[in-house]
């Protein structure tokens, strides 16, 4: 596994669970391909930050896996339609009321950036998680780390690593943040970093 930004020549889906990706969603096709391929039969796993407004990738991964938690603090969650497999839980993702080691794989996409302290959430995640599971993780990061983003800041990557260490966790595979072949947003300066990490 190499943990490494988003590249042009990833795999790439334009429609998920019934869903047509919007053309705005300038990444999510590549978060969602690179998500999936964590999802096996059997597994007990949760979606972090899945979204009260309609996302397809909890939905999505409810037809692979054994259970679903679909965590989102907002409670309008409630009103969408959800399959026998899966949970609502309306929480903050730092502090859910999922038994601890209970999850295969924590998914959480595309939602670090927006609360820029990644240290509660990772904790929260570790907690969660079996021995021998994974978090799957993709964020937005600078392009140009010499610029500024003008839409939304991205996540600083300094602070997303002590954040993982703080959390006695650690990556799986190697770290690249080389830019090449980015896929990236060039009026925000923003492209996504994608992650796994495991426990230490």
């Not at 047509?20 to 999802?39: I, Q, T, V």
């Not at 609360?115 to 907690?127: G, N, S, T």
Request: glycine share 4%; charged share 25%; proline share 6%.
């Amino acid at each position: 596994m190499e943990n490494r930004i988003i590249k042009t020549t990833d795999g790439r889906i334009t429609a998920l669970a019934g869903m047509d990706l919007p053309n705005d969603w300038w990444s999510r096709g590549y978060e969602y391909h690179f998500a999936l391929d964590f999802a096996r039969p059997s597994q007990v796993v949760t979606d972090a930050g899945c979204g009260w407004m309609y996302r397809p990738l909890k939905n999505a991964i409810a037809e692979i896996v054994g259970k679903v938690y679909a965590v989102d603090a907002n409670d309008k969650l409630l009103e969408q339609q959800r399959p026998d497999n899966m949970e609502f839980v309306v929480s903050k993702m730092e502090h859910t009321p999922i038994p601890d080691k209970e999850c295969d794989i924590v998914f959480c996409i595309s939602v670090l950036e927006d609360i820029q302290d990644p240290a509660p959430a990772l904790k929260e995640f570790a907690r969660i998680l079996k021995d021998d599971g994974r978090i799957v993780i993709t964020m937005d990061i600078p392009f140009d780390t010499e610029k500024p983003c003008p839409r939304y800041p991205g996540m600083n990557m300094a602070t997303f690593t002590k954040a993982v260490f703080d959390a006695n966790l650690a990556f799986d595979g190697s770290v690249n943040l080389k830019r090449n072949d980015a896929v990236h947003h060039e009026g925000w300066n923003l492209c996504v970093f994608r992650c796994v990490l495991k426990k230490l």
